[in-house]
Nanobody, 125 residues
Framework: QVQLAESGGRLVQAGDSLRLSCAVS????????MAWFRQAPGKEREFVAA????????YYAEAVKGRFTISRENAKSMVYLQMNGLKPEDSAIYYCASSTVALSGIRQLDMYRAWGQGTQVTVSS
């Protein structure tokens, strides 16, 4: 059974940094693309960042490029999202997800089958 568990979300101020973690079990992470998505109240879930298997390539949404960094430790079954220069518009529930689709679909929400329960990030102005 695949399980993903996010942690690290909390209330921070604009400009602060935060690191989210995702503990993965039930799959061999080296074979999976790993990604972070987020969903703000009243908005659709959106792509944030992805790490292509086995972990050499990364992809980012334009809104977070240069501020966020995704990383992974396959041996520890962990995925991270380092978020710097946080803005109020980054406030959302952040979800970790895994996929085995072709690289062309790595940013697509519906290509991910396993999801965590999410962790809340709130950025105050």
């Amino acid at each position: 059974q695949v399980q993903l568990a996010e942690s690290g979300g909390r209330l921070v101020q604009a400009g602060d940094s935060l690191r989210l973690s995702c503990a993965v079990s039930g799959l061999r992470m080296i074979n999976y693309h790993m990604a972070w998505f987020r969903q703000a109240p009243g908005k659709e879930r959106e792509f944030v960042a992805a790490s292509a298997r086995p972990g050499s390539s990364t992809y980012y949404a334009e809104a977070v490029k240069g501020r966020f960094t995704i990383s992974r430790e396959n041996a520890k079954s962990m995925v991270y999202l380092q978020m710097n220069g946080l803005k109020p518009e980054d406030s959302a529930i952040y979800y970790c997800a895994s996929s085995t689709v072709a690289l062309s679909g790595i940013r697509q929400l519906d290509m991910y089958r396993a999801w965590g329960q999410g962790t809340q990030v709130t950025v105050s102005s």
